[in-house]
């Protein structure tokens, strides 16, 4: 094999240097079709007989993604020149191109051009790096013209006219995207075009006709030169964009320069940036500081806080600014918080967004071409301009629209029909949109997974008992408690007194490591996945069905295959030992936590189940109050439950999900698990656990809790968890629901727990605040979660069962899983969340309710109340909308409280008011649920 | 970042198996005993050998064999931006102590007893592998000089990186932070005379790409011979035999 070397020289940024880099081009590079006679067809994948060719240029693939995963679009050559340029302008297009390459049902191949010696070409003199790139290109379309001899049409698609008028005078068929699409003759495949500039102009002569409108209406984003100098100078600060989820005209950027945030108000100051966008702000003067919110409002379309279910943590919290609401005729004193405005956008995050179209009359003429608005269902996210062929059909869809460009002289970005999810208001579709406005996989586990799983039906074998690493507990009185109606069963329990004394408890966990190897497919497809994903109706898993139901599942009567953690206690709940190790075990009793609650509290049964019930009650209840005694957090979280109609999945009922002694009591013991496993873990391998850490909250963040609490009169201590609870177990009143209430105030001021490798932080930091345990992690739900089988490996490699998987070597590896695991752990949070808030609203359809709420949060022209049966939060209009606060109500804002001016009325925070709940739909096809005061 | 591509390329086009072009030339400095220029890729080392001669400094004279010294030096010039280097920084001393090392295995310094071998080596240019060109440099220039050796020692390096295990890691390689492996053999003893490794690696992929490492010594051996053989023709030549 022949090695040629040329040399590729490069500069890089700031000191200019010389790279001198090998190249080495080959001969062994094939074409990949598979009529090729010269060629090694073996890897070959485009169609035995294609009729056409098509190789894409650079900018073609950048913006044209969504039509090249149209399965229309096939037996395409991808040059591997275009994919470098594609990956270095955009990741996200370059993992979607990657994607199709690997898709063994699409047709595309990619071709090395860089590295063959026919089609390497050197760049000359004079010649610009996008230049030498197209010659590539068009040197690669000329070669396989060539090579494949007029068996099969070569048609570079490129929208560069140079380009293109170079490609045909070498004898090149070129073509644009879209003369190609309308060669196709399908007039769907049209809307995925984005329009190409050119084509804006159109846009604006529509424009032209508003002369109003035709103005500049955002200020130009910096050149990159001069943003970097900039954040090199300290006059602009970077930070990512996060928009307000509840209103979406106001945004903070976290700058690591300042140490703070930056608010910005309104669209003008955020200049075109979208939501987790990475932008250059500068700061305001700092008269400008107190810029009022309703002042952001009042420029553009009146939009409004939203019924919400209520936040679990601070971090789907609604964000509460420091500065008090402004009311007439009082000087505000300016705020201490800076505010900004974006100059410039370092890196986009535009993805897709599912929504629908605001609702328009069909355009006259205009050739079928309609200008239509889409609305996010995301309020982050602005409307988005769209063209469309077929508005008729997509006007009561939900849809998926994908963002193109956003120029300084339209109010919203333009961007281009993806795809249909179907019809707005139904179920299924609105299931959909959650799930993939969550990022969520649903799609059903590949062959490549399932030939992973052992053959069925499965069963403990012989070999499963001989193995000496497997302890055979079988005779073992072990049992489950769980939810009604549970089918993944990760855990079990046993409780058995010794003869010492003692009691001998132990919890049993599937044993799912044994049947998801590491770097098999089923093991990065969960890894993926992350965890399982539970809706109101309906679960999406994280393992295929076969294991997570079954050969998993610790089921009732059926030997299981277990890992286990089994402690001798004292009956004052010391851990005397602590032993680890993989069973066989057999459930005699799947009990729900009614069932044995139930069983506990009938005292006329005296079987050895139930006996062994009371004994793990009362080992569980110590073992609680030395947790609380430690510091430990009782935190509330106003979780609901349906009933939901078997037939048509409707709900029928919603009520507050009820705590009881039976759930404390595996919870416990669950608790218990994880930490000794942590310890274990953490002691063997001290650079690569995966734990769990809860940051502690800082004061600021405890902030709106404090303000609320004193303004009741309460005053709570936060200096340390231990001090916090103990605040929060003294703050009774009259009221049996005022500690709750406070306890779920507390609840959303924490951010939520994360998965963190051990290497990347120092012992301290590992504190999980909220169980006051300095180690933590998870183990006991590896048929849901991901992290709790990598936790099981470790354990297994802890106690030399098994070798540690390579890739715990690798530390950034670690990281990165952590990473993805904390993000799917969200997104599942929020895709529940959803759903029960889509269930709320379809549940309140039919039934106009009056119930009982509390006040939450005082507003200007109104307040936020919870409505505890429901488990939401919404807001409560005392004045008509758009009238903000117009003088008639006072917000006193140290005693938490809202005035009518004469004195005759007044509402203040924790407030018990009773409030109707219906239905409205004050814009088409957007339902919301509306409180009212009775 | 993708060090090796989904069609099984690297980022300088060679497949994870394949080695660097390498060259060698015998003789590049009149003034030595024996010397020989090395090139693997863009890596290209120069060696110098001056022995057996009379131990300079009577104090560290060995009665029983040969004193064995070695100099390893990059030129300012080998790197991209030119640094003036401190002459024995850490670095410098850890691979000249390898480098001796390793030639000490194979030289019979028991034939020369109360003299001392020099061997300098210089880095021209740096392209990562410079340890291992070193070590073939010094063995070809060993070889040059006529000094009495057990057999020739080549040396190589494998990385694991992107799962994947790869010969001959050139510089963007190599800082990729994945595990690398140098290692010299005496190819013809099958013996093992240098093995280095950063980072962690488990036992199975370690076994990997030490095997992989052990093929691309034993190419290296194979074109070092012939390199010797064919100065060793002209050399006959050139007298008349």
């Not at chain 1, 595309?108 to 050197?122: A, G, I, P, Q």
């Not at chain 1, 008992?465 to 489950?480: E, M």
């Not at chain 1, 209430?741 to 590992?766: H, K, N």
């Not at chain 1, 952590?818 to 993000?823: E, G, S, V």
Request: proline share 5%; with cysteine; charged share 25%.
């Amino acid at each position: 094999m022949l090695q040629n070397k040329s040399f590729v020289k490069r500069t890089r940024g700031g000191k200019i240097t010389k790279v001198v880099r090998e190249h080495y081009l080959r001969h062994d590079i094939y074409c990949g079709a598979p009529i090729c006679k010269v060629c090694d067809t073996s890897q070959a994948r485009l169609s035995p007989t294609p009729s056409t060719i098509l190789i894409f240029d650079t900018n073609v693939v950048l913006n044209q993604i969504d039509l090249l995963e149209n399965p229309a679009i096939d037996d395409v050559v991808v040059l591997s020149i275009v994919l470098e340029e594609v990956k270095n302008r955009n990741l996200s297009v370059y993992n979607r191109v990657r994607a199709l390459c690997s898709n063994s049902l699409r047709k595309f191949f990619v071709f090395s051009n860089e590295h063959h010696k026919d089609t390497y070409v050197t760049e000359m003199s004079g010649e610009s790096k996008n230049d030498r790139n197209d010659r590539a290109i068009r040197v690669a379309a000329q070669w396989y013209q060539t090579h494949l001899a007029g068996s099969a049409r070569i048609l570079l698609i490129t929208n560069d006219k140079e380009n293109k008028r170079k490609a045909i005078e070498e004898g090149i068929s070129a073509e644009t995207v879209e003369s190609y699409v309308r060669s196709l003759s399908r007039p769907d495949l049209l809307d995925l075009l984005v329009q190409p500039a050119s084509e804006d102009v159109n846009m604006e002569e529509v424009e032209d006709l508003r002369p109003s409108k035709r103005k500049i209406i955002y200020t130009e984003h910096k050149p990159m030169s001069e943003i970097t100098s900039g954040l090199h100078r300290g006059i602009y600060h970077q930070g990512k964009l996060r928009v307000n989820r509840y209103n979406p005209f106001e945004a903070y950027v976290g700058s690591e320069s300042i140490g703070d945030e930056i608010i910005i108000y309104g669209r003008t100051n955020m200049n075109r940036a979208f939501d987790g966008d990475i932008v250059a702000v500068e700061l305001l003067p700092q008269d400008q500081w107190h810029e009022e919110k309703s002042l952001a409002l009042a420029d553009e379309e009146d939009e409004e806080e939203d019924v919400h279910l209520v936040p679990g943590s601070a971090d789907d919290a609604p964000r509460t600014t420091a500065q008090p609401p402004g009311s007439a005729g009082v000087t505000e004193p300016i705020s201490s918080r800076p505010s900004g405005r974006v100059v410039g956008i370092i890196k986009r995050n535009w993805h897709s967004y599912c929504g629908s179209l605001e609702p328009m009359a069909m355009p006259a003429g205009s050739g079928g071409v309609a200008h239509a608005l889409f609305a996010s269902k995301d309020r982050r996210i602005p409307k988005i301009r769209i063209h469309t062929r077929q508005l008729e059909n997509l006007l009561d869809k939900r849809i998926v629209v994908a963002v193109d460009s956003w120029d300084r002289l339209s109010r919203y970005p333009s961007g281009h029909y993806v795809r249909t999810i179907g019809q707005i208001g139904d179920r299924d579709t609105e299931t959909e949109v959650v799930l993939i406005e969550n990022d969520i996989n649903t799609r059903p586990f590949s062959s490549q997974v399932l030939a992973c799983l052992p053959p069925l039906p499965w069963s403990v074998s012989s070999e499963d008992l001989a193995n000496s690493i497997r302890q055979d507990l079988r005779q073992l009185r072990v049992f489950s408690v769980d939810p009604p109606g549970c089918k993944d069963i990760d855990d079990a329990l046993h409780c058995t007194s010794l003869p010492n004394g003692n009691y001998e408890v132990g919890v049993h966990i599937a044993d799912v490591t044994n049947f998801v190897h590491s770097d098999t497919p089923l093991d990065d497809e969960a890894s993926q996945r992350g965890t399982s994903v539970y809706l109101v109706e309906r679960r999406i898993d994280m393992l295929p069905k076969p294991l997570t139901e079954d050969v998993c599942s610790l089921r009732a009567d059926v030997e299981r295959l277990a890992f286990s953690v089994i402690w001798e206690m004292t009956p004052e709940a010391e851990i005397i030992s602590t032993m680890y190790t993989k069973s066989v075990i057999k459930s005699c009793a799947a009990l729900s936590y009614i069932e044995a609650q139930a069983r506990m509290d009938d005292s006329r049964l005296m079987d050895p189940l139930t006996t062994d019930l009371r004994n793990m009650n009362a080992l569980a209840k110590i073992m609680r109050e030395r947790r609380i005694q430690r510091g430990a957090l009782t935190l509330a979280s106003a979780e609901v439950k349906f009933q939901i109609d078997t037939e048509t999945h409707d709900p029928l009922d919603i009520g507050m999900y009820q705590i009881r002694e039976a759930n404390q009591m595996v919870e416990e013991f669950m608790l218990a698990a994880n930490v000794s496993v942590a310890e274990k873990i953490l002691k063997h391998f001290p650079l690569c656990s995966l734990l769990r850490r809860h940051p502690t909250p800082t004061r600021e963040m405890l902030e709106p809790l404090l303000r609320t609490a004193a303004a009741v009169g309460l005053n709570l201590d936060v200096s340390s968890s231990k001090a916090l609870a103990d605040s929060l177990d003294s703050a009774v009143a009259d009221d049996p629901y005022f500690n709750k209430l406070i306890r779920i105030l507390a609840t959303r001021c924490m951010t939520q727990a994360v998965y963190f490798s051990s290497g990347d932080l120092s012992p301290p930091e590992y504190l999980h605040y909220g169980l006051a345990a300095p180690l933590y992690t998870h183990f006991t739900s590896p048929i849901r979660r991901y992290a709790d089988v990598i936790v099981h490996r470790l354990l297994a490699a802890s106690l030399g069962i098994q070798k540690l998987p390579t890739i715990f070597q690798d530390g950034n590896r670690l990281t990165s899983i952590a990473d993805n695991l904390n993000y799917r752990h969200r997104n599942a949070q929020m895709a529940s969340r959803a759903s029960v808030e889509l269930h709320t609203l379809i549940f309140f359809r039919k039934r106009p309710t009056d119930t009982e709420a509390r006040i939450v949060r005082i507003r200007s022209n109104g307040f936020f109340v919870f409505v505890p049966k429901y488990g939401i939060e919404g807001p409560v209009y005392l004045t008509p909308r758009g009238d903000k606060g117009g003088g008639e109500w006072f917000v006193d804002e140290q005693q938490q409280k809202i005035r009518k001016m004469d004195g005759s009325m007044s509402y203040s925070v924790l407030q018990t008011v009773f409030i109707h709940l219906e239905i409205v739909e004050p814009q088409p096809n957007r339902p919301k649920l509306q409180l009212t005061l009775v | 970042m993708e060090y090796v591509s989904p069609e099984g390329l690297r980022l300088d086009g060679r497949r994870p198996m394949e080695m660097r072009q390498i060259r060698a030339e015998i003789g590049v400095v009149a003034k030595a005993d024996g010397s020989a220029l090395f090139e693997m890729g863009n890596t290209k080392v120069i060696a110098a050998v001056y022995g057996p001669r009379e131990v300079q400094n009577r104090s560290q004279q060995l009665n029983d064999s040969a004193l064995v010294r070695c100099e390893y030096t990059m030129a300012n010039f080998s790197t991209g931006d030119r640094m003036r280097k401190p002459k024995g920084d850490r670095r410098s001393t850890e691979i000249s102590l390898v480098i001796r090392q390793t030639m000490e295995a194979c030289i019979m310094t028991h034939l020369m007893p109360r003299s001392q071998i020099d061997i300098f080596v210089q880095v021209l240019q740096a392209d990562g592998g410079t340890r291992s060109a070193c070590i073939n440099a010094a063995s070809l220039a060993l070889a040059d000089a006529g000094i009495p050796m057990r057999d020739l020692v080549t040396s190589c390096s494998a990385g694991y990186l992107n799962s994947t295990p790869l010969l001959d890691l050139n510089y963007i390689e190599d800082s990729a932070g994945g595990a690398d492996v140098t290692l010299g053999i005496m190819p013809k003893l099958d013996k093992v005379t240098l093995l280095q490794m950063d980072a962690k690696l488990s036992v199975e992929t370690f076994e990997n790409v030490m095997q992989l490492a052990i093929e691309g010594c034993k190419a290296v051996a194979t074109y070092i011979r012939e390199v010797l053989l064919e100065n060793t023709k002209q050399l006959e030549s050139r007298r008349g035999i």
